[in-house]
């Protein structure tokens, strides 16, 4: 996701919401690691939330991408596929450490 930054469909590129959508992307896995890395299962899972949280917030930029016709509709789904597997996986991870 962090690839459609790179290919942009604007001139002055809006980097507070480019760089909001890197944060955001890149907090999905550092959120699942450091959650990994603590010695309970609840953190773990706390930290599972955090990051499903990141990846919504990560799909809602991508939207407004879309809607200021910065991405294609072509890319918005293909995003928003990734997007949603990813949030299925971490569900399932969540259900499995119950």
């Known amino acids: 996701m962090i690839a459609l930054t790179e290919k942009l ?22 959120n699942i690691a450091e959650g990994k890395g603590r010695n309970s299962k609840k953190e773990f899972i706390h930290f599972l939330y955090i990051a499903r949280g990141s990846l919504y917030e990560t ?3 991508i939207n407004i991408f879309h809607r200021r016709q910065w991405i294609s509709y072509e ?3 293909n995003a928003e596929l990734k997007a949603f597997e990813i949030a299925s996986m971490i569900k399932g991870l969540i259900n499995s450490i119950k």
């Open 9 to 30: 469909n604007s001139d002055t590129k809006h980097y507070r919401l480019v760089e909001q959508l890197e944060s955001s992307a890149a907090s999905v896995a550092q």
């Open 59 to 61: 799909i809602t930029i």
């Open 75 to 77: 890319e918005l789904g």
